[in-house]
Nanobody
Framework: QVQVVESGGGLVQAGGALRLSCVVS?????????MAWFRQAPGADREFVAA????????KYGDSVKGRFTISRDNDKNTVYLQMNNLKPEDTAVYSC????????????????????WGQGTQVTVSS
């Protein structure tokens, strides 16, 4: 059974930083998956944040986080990370990690429907 577990959320002041982690098991699922982070604020639609291909050669970011967030992956640890810098109150949301285990090596599908394994999410709150 595939498990997706996020961690690293919390409360931070505006301008601060957080690093989210997401562990996927089993390893073969992670290694064949493109990975992404999405977020959802109360009363808002789910929003794409960032994604990384299986090979890590390709990354994509949502317009609202470009230049502030960085996605990376460590295939030896079955883990994808989201480094979030210069956080703003509008970044407050539940951040969820997702895996697209049908992804082609260097490709990323930005459609949330392509991601078939999801974590429970971790809350990020940015105070002004």
């Amino acid at each position: 059974q595939v498990q997706v577990v996020e961690s690293g959320g919390g409360l931070v002041q505006a301008g601060g930083a957080l690093r989210l982690s997401c562990v996927v098991s089993p390893r073969y699922t992670f290694s064949r998956s493109a990975m992404a982070w999405f977020r959802q604020a109360p009363g808002a639609d789910r929003e794409f944040v960032a994604a990384i291909s299986r090979s890590a050669s390709n990354t994509k970011y949502g317009d609202s986080v470009k230049g502030r967030f960085t996605i990376s992956r460590d295939n030896d640890k079955n883990t994808v990370y989201l480094q979030m810098n210069n956080l703003k109150p509008e970044d407050t949301a539940v951040y969820s990690c997702a895996a697209d285990h049908n992804a082609i090596l260097h490709s990323i599908n930005l459609n949330s429907g392509a991601f078939d394994y999801w974590g429970q999410g971790t809350q990020v709150t940015v105070s002004s």
